[in-house]
């Protein structure tokens, strides 16, 4: 009796072990953790980067004493870094250049146009002159003003208002209004102020050409934070501007 018992138990544990399976551990493809682990690579690559080209513009903003050519180089790097970065969160990343832009910036570095780059030979360097530009993103319409100083006095100004495309990250502007050492305003059709603007070197030629179709001139803005403004003028010029205290 007993051992038919033995035998009936051997043959229940035998059945039962007929239908159960050891559970498969379940891990991600090779593949898989593959991308991730390049996706994770590419993003810290890319954060590094631009921490490095910023750190360099700082240094150049405030000293002056940067290599131009390593200056430019570090202004298409932010450039070529933020492009992705607003493709991975464009809202986000253009409040954050809204959040930061009102205030007074001046003009630190310029590659000029494409087309005064051609007539310099492709030469760089830091702009000679004292420009502010000013934003002001917390009224409406927004306030925008571009000027050349002598100490605090401003030889000319132009005044105007702005938009900010949020989907292109784009700054687009008028100027309606010039003042002249800061006590004659004059009144300006945007064809008028564009001409003064690049005889000037505050704008460029391809904004008069904007503005006989009708069209505002832009910026397509980079970035902008508690230090430093970056971004490539319609005229295809890259510049830099520290914000003044």
Known sequence: MARIIILLLLGIISIAS??????????????RISSLASTTTAAAASDTEIQDAKALLCRAAETKLENPDRVLDALECLERNCKQKFKEDSAAFSKDIMDNISGEWRLIFTTGTKERQKKSGG???YFPLKAIQKFDATVEPKVIENGIYAWDLPLLR????????????????????????????????????????ASTGLGSANNEKLADSGRRAFFDWISADDSIATARGGGGGLALWKRVD
């Open 18 to 31: 007929a239908f159960t399976h050891p559970q498969p551990i379940i891990t991600p493809s090779t593949k």
């Open 158 to 197: 132009f005044s105007g208002d702005f938009d900010f495309d949020e989907r292109r990250r784009k700054l687009e502007f008028d100027f309606d209004l010039i003042e002249i050492l800061g006590l004659i305003k004059i009144k300006l059709g945007r064809k008028d102020v564009a001409k003064i603007g």
């Open 123 to 125: 030469r760089v360097n």
